[in-house]
């Protein structure tokens, strides 16, 4: 199962992709995690990484599109992938429709999360990190997924962790216009690749204003 999944910074695309590759199987690919485990671990690519990120501006397609691509061939990817944050503009789509055409890969779903600008942006900056885990969601603008409070100390809602974190591009607005500048690019940027494989498969359209169970239940049954 091969899936693509598109949306802007804030929708929700870390929470809604875990929910099918719990379903299926496979590995969540996230572009934005491996830089950053890459920058925390002080590699050649995190460091050449890093400086974009901070601004947030995209890591050129010249880095981006062979990491992705030898990713995906990976022995944990032998049933699939979901990608996540990639590809991020149409030339990263049409480069990886392409490879994908060559290696006759089928790419089975494209979704894309529909949330708009103002309030993915007010979602980004809510969002909170579990030291302990990733996957954790907590987020201080989101009723959903609140953490717990107890003495002004704010503390993970899954795992009870304390030392909730933030990441500087998160907090920084004026590198989360840009990356939403990106995303809203209907001419080079994502939504532009987005439109790239609307010509090319069916593409899923999921409303995010919803809760997260909803959301979840909605996405479960449109993608089988
Ligand atoms: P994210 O975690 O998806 O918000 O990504 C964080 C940052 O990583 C982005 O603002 C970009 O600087 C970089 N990044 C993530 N995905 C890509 C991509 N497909 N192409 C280029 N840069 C990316």
Redesign the pocket.
């Known amino acids: 199962m091969n899936i693509l999944m598109f949306g802007p ?1 804030g929708s929700g ?1 870390g929470t809604f992709g875990k929910v099918l590759c719990d379903k299926f199987g496979i590995p969540q690919v ?4 491996i ?2 485990e890459n920058i925390s671990k002080g590699t050649p690519l995190g460091k050449e ?1 890093k400086g ?2 901070d601004k ?6 010249g880095i ?1 599109i062979p990491m ?1 691509l030898s990713r995906i061939k990976e022995k944990d990817c032998a049933k699939g992938w979901l990608l ?6 149409k030339t ?1 789509a049409v480069a990886f429709w392409d490879a994908l055409q060559k290696e006759k890969i089928k790419l089975d779903y494209v979704v894309e999360l529909i949330l708009d600008r103002e309030t993915a942006k007010k979602r980004i900056m809510g969002r909170r990190l579990c030291p302990k885990d990733n996957n954790h969601p907590n987020n201080i603008y989101v009723k959903a997924n609140l953490p717990v409070e107890k003495d002004g100390k704010l503390y993970c809602r899954v795992c009870g962790s304390p030392g909730l974190l933030t990441r500087a ?1 998160d907090q920084d607005e004026a ?1 989360i216009d840009k ?1 939403h500048g990106i995303y809203f690019d209907t001419n080079k940027g994502t939504l532009a690749a987005v439109n790239y494989f609307k010509e090319r498969v069916k593409v899923i359209q999921l409303d995010t204003e919803l809760g997260v169970k909803e959301v979840s239940e909605n996405l479960l049954k449109l993608v089988k």
Request: no cysteine.
């Open positions: 910074n695309k996230e572009t934005g995690v830089f950053r990484a974009y990120i947030g501006e995209l890591v050129p397609d981006t992705i996540d944050g990639f590809p991020r503009n990263q591009d590198a990356r």
